[in-house]
């Protein structure tokens, strides 16, 4: 009886290339899960940031007054409306939505018309977002939702 198996020399070669690929894929899975920290004012972390906005918003006949009564600028607001059985998210940071090129900086109100978005009866949530710098460039940040104001439409 000839009995034939792999030479230890491709036997070798075949356990150490998988060593490698398993290495590779725990290498990017591990990086894949850390996230790229966006700093302000001079290094403190964005999270941290978000915390210190504060920010008074009301609505009135249509159109939603937003004033930063904080010491962080505020870049851009996200708006997120609940219909009770969907929600829809809008940016505002485009000069067409009333929303300043540079952000609500300390003691900035502005004024949006949102009356053809919301109907009676719907709840916003306005959610501040910031602009930070990070190892790529300048990086915008969603803030979390326990940061935004709630308003309910009547």
Known sequence: MKKKGISPVIATILLIS????????????????????ITKFGGKNVKLVCG???FETSYS????YIKNTGNVPIFKMNMQIDKGSSYSTITFNTAEDGWPEVGLNQGDGLSIAIGSRVENGDEILIIPVLAGSSKEGEKTYAC???????LLIE
Do not use: K, N, Q, S
């Open 18 to 37: 998988i060593v490698v690929i398993i290495a590779l894929i725990i290498f990017l899975w591990l990086r894949g899960m850390t996230e790229e920290t």
């Open 52 to 54: 210190e906005v504060m």
């Open 144 to 150: 979390e939702e326990v940061y935004g104001e709630r």
């Open 61 to 64: 006949d249509g159109t939603l």
